[in-house]
């Protein structure tokens, strides 16, 4: 943001007040800002992360009951060795 040292505003004459500079030099702040685009891509590639993140906590939630009914019954099936 530009400041203003008296020099730039004593430069604009009688027809422009320190207000009228100073609302010219938020208008200008404000445009650039609203065209920046680099804080939604950010937001755009967050919300592809949750929603991944959804996915793979759906996916594994659903699954996870099969996967644990498997080792179960491996577990069941291996046969303790007798020593000797």
């Known amino acids: 943001m530009l400041k203003?040292?008296?020099q730039m505003t004593a430069g604009l004459g009688w027809c422009c007040t320190k207000s009228i500079y100073e609302d010219l030099v938020m208008t200008t702040f404000f445009k650039r800002f609203g065209a920046d685009e680099s804080g939604a891509t950010a937001i755009e590639y967050?919300?592809?992360a949750a929603g991944?993140?959804?996915a793979i906590v759906g996916?594994?939630?659903t699954i996870g009951g099969d996967v644990?009914?498997?080792f179960n019954a491996?577990?069941?099936?291996l046969v303790t060795p007798t020593p000797g």
Do not use: R
Not at 74 to 77: K, L, N, P, Q
């Open 46 to 48: 967050g919300l592809i």
């Open 52 to 54: 991944i993140s959804v």
């Open 4 to 6: 203003d040292t008296g």
């Open 74 to 77: 491996i577990d069941a099936a």
């Open 68 to 70: 644990l009914a498997l």
């Open 59 to 61: 996916v594994v939630g």
